[in-house]
């Protein structure tokens, strides 16, 4: 049993940060946060998500990217099993294999239109005070 399958799960059947946190559990957490801290692996998921699988071939066409970035890219993904590879004749096709990174970014994406909404407000409400004056 790994330290992270030790949570309970609730009713809506998503699995919590197990309680007490050891460093083994934090230092999985933040590998897998780290695996994410990349424009390019973003928009690796993005594409994946649109499309469903890709080869590495059609990665690189679509994102403008270097084949050799996007292999790097794909394997750190792979590496934390995010993404998923299957072989087909001679060549690897990727999807994504953990569909709660997805529910991640749309969580972050949220947060982030909400901020800029609230800055946009803020900045709307100083320019009428300041043409007020």
């Given at each position: 049993?790994?330290?992270l399958?030790?949570?309970?799960i609730p009713?809506?059947?998503a699995v919590g940060m197990p309680?007490?946190?050891?460093e083994?559990?934090a230092?999985r ?11 390019l692996?973003?928009r ?10 890709c080869?590495?071939g059609?990665?690189?066409?679509l ?10 890219h794909?394997?750190i993904l792979?590496?934390q099993g995010?993404?998923?590879r299957r072989?087909?004749?001679t060549?690897?096709l990727?999807r ?9 970014c749309?969580?972050?994406c949220?947060?982030?239109?909400r901020?800029?909404?609230?800055l946009?407000?803020?900045v709307?409400t100083d320019?009428?005070a300041?043409?007020?004056?």
């Open positions: 049993m790994t330290e399958s030790r949570t309970e009713a809506s059947g309680r007490p946190l050891t083994a559990a230092e957490i933040a590998r897998r946060f780290a695996a994410l801290a990349d424009p692996r973003i690796i998921l993005d594409t994946l998500r649109e499309r469903g699988e080869s590495v059609e990665l690189v066409e994102l403008g990217a270097r084949q050799q970035n996007v292999s790097k794909l394997g792979l590496q995010i993404v998923a072989k087909e004749r060549r690897a990727y994504i294999a953990d569909d709660t990174v997805l529910q991640l749309e969580l972050v949220g947060s982030i239109e901020e800029l909404a609230e946009a407000r803020l709307g320019n009428r300041v043409q007020q004056r």
